[in-house]
């Protein structure tokens, strides 16, 4: 996830944080001492309001306003040492800078209590996606498997990015999603897909059978969704890729529905998993009633399955293109699934310029030679 950058000084390193402090009180000393030794005509107080201006863009508020006090102080010497401090000039300049130095102050402290919101949304919001989204096991079976979760932005709600292994008959089943929408109303959805997938891989149903009972699920929850909220109101849906890996042979077996093909990576060349017949997104196939025929593809030793949400491909960089994950997933190492998802999130952010318009989630899956 995308980190927030916080402008506190508890937050950055001690030694950079009084290197920075450094300047506002060298410019004071440096504006005090060519004032009083300036001739009467040249008047450079003015000047001292920039030291706490530039203190406020890195420090907290009470640094801040103690740095404009030395400034006023700065100021009350110089007029004491040129004329007098009750000299209306003087007294005009000492006011400003006084006013000035509390303005910016409050903006300061403004700045660092909506710092201190978005931390402990951020907080919460990590919190809720582990509660949600347990990290997924190294290793289950056959297979090798690596997770990662963007986050779109730090001041970004919650999304409904999902992903989850479980152990079935013979092999291991997967499902990547994507709800509809962000917020609560996404993780709550995400949480319902994520706990029926689990609860029926002990009940073992077909893939098939495992993706209808998904679907009448999110069917049902978006039918008790109350109308008369415009948010609410709008229909729920959720698109999924849901697959059986068998331990004994070399294929996976895929149902898609209305969610990006996965792609395998093997022998240096790159396939994209396109079914024939994909579903419509979990919660819409009233709408058409749909077949969850799963179609079988070839998976074998060493090869390495990408699951992925649309936030991955749907990212763009400064000149509103976007990201070509078929032709950049062949630049990533493929040793292992996590150093691919570490180089491929790495091109990710830099072709985003570090700015995701969407949450993203992958999944990389390595088949193993033995259990």
Request: aromatic share 6%; proline share 6%; glycine share 8%.
């Amino acid at each position: 996830m995308s980190p927030l950058r916080i402008l506190r000084p508890l937050h950055e390193p001690r030694t950079h944080f009084r290197a920075l402090l450094v300047v506002p009180f060298a410019l004071i000393a440096a504006v005090t001492v060519l004032d009083v030794t300036s001739s009467p005509d040249v008047h450079l107080g003015p000047f001292l309001v920039a030291a706490p201006a530039i203190t406020a863009s890195f420090a907290g508020a009470r640094t801040t306003a103690a740095v404009g006090a030395v400034a006023v102080l700065a100021q009350s010497l110089v007029a004491g040492a040129r004329t007098s401090i009750t000299d209306l000039n003087h007294m005009y300049q000492i006011v400003a800078l006084f006013l000035i130095s509390v303005i910016v102050t409050f903006f300061a402290h403004l700045r660092d209590r909506h710092a201190r919101e978005m931390s402990h949304l951020r907080w919460v919001a990590e919190a809720v996606q582990r509660v949600v989204m347990p990290p997924l096991p190294e290793r289950i079976g056959t297979l090798r498997i690596a997770s990662r979760y963007l986050a779109a932005e730090a001041e970004a709600q919650l999304g409904g990015d999902l992903y989850a292994v479980t152990r079935a008959s013979g092999g291991t089943r997967v499902i990547v999603g994507d709800v509809r929408g962000k917020g609560l109303d996404a993780i709550g959805e995400a949480a319902q897909v994520l706990g029926a997938f689990r609860a029926l891989a002990h009940e073992e149903p077909g893939l098939s059978q495992t993706v209808a009972l998904l679907e009448a699920g999110v069917a049902a929850s978006s039918e008790g969704t109350p109308a008369d909220d415009d948010e609410r109101g709008t229909e729920t849906f959720v698109t999924a890729a849901v697959l059986d890996v068998p331990d004994s042979e070399p294929e996976l077996r895929l149902v898609s529905c209305g969610h990006p093909p996965p792609l395998v990576l093997g022998s240096g060349q790159v396939r994209s998993l396109d079914v024939r017949e994909p579903a419509p997104p979990l919660g819409l196939g009233r709408l058409g009633g749909p077949s969850f025929a799963a179609q079988t593809f070839t998976f074998g030793v060493g090869d390495i399955l990408l699951l992925y949400t649309d936030g991955v491909i749907e990212a763009r960089d400064s000149a509103g293109r976007f990201y070509p994950l078929a032709d950049r997933i062949t630049s990533c190492r493929t040793d292992a699934p996590d150093a691919l998802l570490s180089d491929l999130c790495a091109d990710l952010l830099r072709h985003a310029d570090g700015h995701l318009g969407d949450d993203a989630a992958m999944v990389a899956i390595e088949r193993l030679a033995g259990p």
